[in-house]
């Protein structure tokens, strides 16, 4: 068996039996992206051959806060499915998780694709359809989130689920660096931050994926659904807990973990 089907099958189990797995940087390398991706690939795949439906995509490890959490110093990308996107308080089941943690984001709806492979903050806005505050519950597979790059990268970017705000929100005269983020956690603040750390800007992060897929035979399309990275540090889910999420000048958005 292959490098790239044995951690597959090692991220596959873990998923099933929902047992957390040893990292796969064993199998690929700890600086290997390009393995980690042709991973992701396939895991991916199957979702698709099994019914899944991919709406969009999901920058991770944009925030400094983050990347110092687990040493980990560039971001990455994975794929959204339609099974993986939650409403305002819709209950996240718990149930689906393995070791769920909570970040605050923003993210874009496309009205256009974004197809060419240089893309800039300019072509982002003017695809842009809307914005809404969300919730990402990321997670991992990998035992204890002992995480390199490519253990990440693997496994989708650590994705777990995503509840959207029902509020649309135009990009026009906002300010989405200085934009200020409160994440609490059962009325307790737990988490804060701005735009300015997601990669400089929310958008500049959207900038670089677009760039990243396109340099990877890939492009981001009319309707996805762009999590734009986290604006400030991830916070443990403690069992059944709510997350409230306030981006300033938005709507807020709930995260019921059931």
Not at 90 to 98: A, C, E, F, I, R
Not at 105 to 123: C, K, M, N, T, Y
Not at 174 to 181: E, G, T, Y
Not at 223 to 230: E, I, L, T
Request: proline fraction near 5%; charged fraction near 20%; aromatic fraction near 4%.
């Amino acid at each position: 068996m292959t490098a790239t089907a044995s951690a597959a099958a090692r991220l596959t189990a873990a998923r099933a039996q929902r047992l957390p797995c040893a990292p796969v940087r064993d199998l690929l390398g700890a600086n290997d992206i390009n393995a980690a991706y042709a991973v992701q690939s396939v895991l991916n795949e199957a979702r698709i051959a099994a019914g899944a439906r991919v709406v969009g995509a999901k920058i991770g490890l944009t925030a400094a806060a983050v990347q110092r959490q687990f040493g980990v110093y560039r971001p990455d990308f994975g794929v959204l499915f339609d099974d993986m996107i939650y409403a305002h308080a819709q209950p996240v089941p718990l149930d689906s998780l393995l070791q769920p943690r909570a970040e605050g984001e923003l993210a874009f709806v496309l009205g256009r694709d974004i197809d060419h492979p240089g893309a800039s903050v300019a072509d982002v806005l003017r695809a842009t359809d809307f914005v809404l505050p969300a919730i990402e519950i990321v997670d991992s597979r990998i035992e204890g989130w002992d995480l390199a790059i490519t253990d990440t990268v693997a496994d989708n970017a650590s994705s777990g689920a995503v509840v959207l705000g029902t509020t649309p929100h135009s990009l026009r005269d906002r300010d989405l660096v200085s934009i200020k983020m409160r994440l609490s956690r059962n009325g307790a603040q737990v988490s804060s931050g701005a735009g300015s750390a997601c990669l400089g800007s929310p958008v500049a992060a959207v900038a670089w994926l677009a760039r990243e897929l396109v340099r990877r035979g890939q492009f981001l399309r009319a309707g996805d659904v762009v999590m734009s990275g986290a604006l400030g540090p991830m916070v443990p889910v403690t069992g059944s807990c709510s997350f409230r999420l306030q981006l300033e000048g938005m709507a807020e958005v709930e995260a019921v973990i059931a």
